[in-house]
């Protein structure tokens, strides 16, 4: 028993040792075949240009699986073009020899699946093209290996090898893999590198695909909804207005002048301040006016003496003389108390003072006829509109529309246009038109200068001529400025 027992421990070292050997071959075979992908991939990405990359990766691919060639194509349209051959630098893409290559790989791709020939397998593959291109170019083994990019077959990866060395499991499981990881980095240089039309090309036929394929219901929902959407605004009309921004103006205003030469003495109000008719809104000094009020007040008193002392005495020719004086110096009392009452300005109407602030300026001196205040009326509005010149031609005499006033948002203002203005305004680059309108009721709230938005309605069109008319006429007029 003691010998059977150490025979049994000696067989159990041994099959160790070997389990271990294996082991260690097996964990070195994936080590090499894993830093093998990772080399490939990194010279994939390490040129700049696809070509010379696609052809040293199938170049050190072909010395890496003992291949006399292998080659690369990708999908274009519904036939495979051969992009890289290993060894080949500068090929040409339509030689025989290539477009037999493409063809091989298109068999492989239709059927989805790698195809090694001439040798047995358990499934039923079409091999023809793979016989065809043996007997026509004299290869000995082929392996051809698909591989997919986003879910989709776009290209293949043909190896090929001599008679005397045919492709065994673990090299072609180990090409799968190779093919599995650079086919999609090749892929994507490839894409990258094309024309923007080949690229737009390609995009389109992806949506397109997208559109009538199976799947992404999302984006055929939105895709619906938005089709609808357009049929909608081309079919239905609404209300086509002509927006500009409007100010509030008094529609009659009054200026208060400086009847004479003088200094200010007194300031009642300030703009914004809200006035009755009668009230006194400034004053002008009439200190020199009061001495000459008295001056000639004394002079026709002291007249009257005389004149009474003429007529007492008879003596005609005097009282001729001192009746034209009494005259003159009543013409100057007269003069000098209608000054004095236009010192004290009085307000001509209920209003609002909308300019002339003399609080600061007391003491000053003014000039007759200068502008002092200006007061307008708070019954009766005029609506100012910035119409812009490519829209004045719809706005006529006769149409309403509504105002909105920047402090209050929430209440709309009735209008009716009355006059057009021939003038254009320039302001911010852009020229506007002038429209003149009257509101419809006016509200205590009203204050002149208050500013808006608005609308001026035009007539019913449809709603994608609303909303793409502006982009159509600057569309047509750079075509027409750029047109020979």
């Known amino acids: 028993v003691p010998a059977i027992q150490r025979a049994t421990m000696r ?12 082991i260690n071959q097996c964990s070195s075979t994936e ?3 894993l830093v093998t992908v990772v080399e490939l991939v990194a010279s994939c990405l390490e040129h700049e240009q696809f070509q010379t990359a696609a052809t040293e ?7 890496r699986l003992f291949c006399e060639r292998i080659s690369i194509g990708f999908m274009h349209g519904n036939n495979v073009a ?5 060894h080949s630098a500068g090929f040409d893409s339509k030689s025989r020899v290539n477009s037999d290559i493409g063809e091989t790989m298109q068999e492989a791709m239709d059927q989805d699946c790698t195809i090694i020939y001439p040798q047995a397998s358990e499934e039923v593959l079409l091999t023809r093209c793979h016989a ?8 000995g083994m082929l392996a051809t290996v698909p591989f997919v990019v986003n879910g989709k077959i776009c290209g293949a990866v043909l190896a090929e090898r001599s008679s005397d060395r045919p492709f065994d499991d673990v090299t072609v499981e180990h090409l799968k893999q190779i093919v599995s990881m650079i086919g999609p980095v090749l892929e994507v240089r490839h894409r990258d590198e094309q024309w923007l039309p080949q690229k737009v090309n390609i995009s389109c036929k992806r949506f397109i695909r997208k559109i009538f394929g199976p799947g992404h219901i999302g984006l055929k929902f939105c895709l619906g909804i938005g089709v609808l959407g357009l049929l909608l605004v081309t079919i239905v009309s609404g209300d086509y207005r002509v927006t500009g921004t409007a100010k509030l103006e008094a529609m009659t205003q009054r200026v208060i002048v400086a009847p004479q030469d003088g200094f200010v003495a007194q300031a009642n109000v300030r703009p914004g301040d809200i006035i009755q008719n009668g009230d006194i809104l400034a004053a002008l000094d009439d200190k020199d006016l009061q001495l000459e009020s008295r001056k000639w007040s004394s002079q026709l008193e002291q007249l009257q003496t005389e004149y009474r002392d003429a007529l007492a005495k008879h003596d005609r020719s005097k009282v001729s003389i001192i009746s034209a004086k009494r005259l003159q110096a009543m013409a100057q ?10 010192t004290r300005l009085a307000a001509p109407f209920d209003g609002l003072i909308v300019s002339g602030d003399l609080s600061q ?19 009766s509005y005029r609506v100012i509109l910035q119409v812009d010149e490519r829209d004045i031609g719809n706005i006529k005499e006769g149409q309403r529309g509504n105002l909105i006033l920047s402090g209050m948002p929430r209440k709309p203002f009735l209008f009716t246009v009355e006059k057009i203005t021939p003038v254009s305004v320039t302001e911010a680059g852009r020229n506007f038109f002038q429209v003149e309108a009257k509101m419809k009721k006016n509200v205590d709230l009203l204050r002149p200068g208050m500013e808006g938005v608005a609308k001026i309605d035009i007539d019913q069109r449809k709603l994608i001529w609303i909303w793409t008319h502006r982009l159509v006429h600057w569309l047509r007029l750079t075509f027409w400025a750029w047109k020979p």
Request: charge should be negative; aromatic fraction near 6%.
């Open 11 to 22: 067989q159990i070292e041994e099959a160790t040792v070997w389990f271990e050997a294996i």
């Open 361 to 379: 300026a007391l003491g000053s001196p003014v000039e007759r006829g200068q502008v002092l205040f200006m007061v307008a009326p708070l019954d």
């Open 57 to 63: 990766v199938m170049t050190d691919l072909t010395s």
């Open 333 to 342: 009392l007269n003069l000098v108390n209608e000054q004095l009452s236009r």
């Open 31 to 33: 080590k090499n075949q």
């Open 132 to 139: 065809a291109f043996i007997k026509e170019h004299g290869a």
């Open 82 to 86: 051969v992009e890289a051959v290993s």
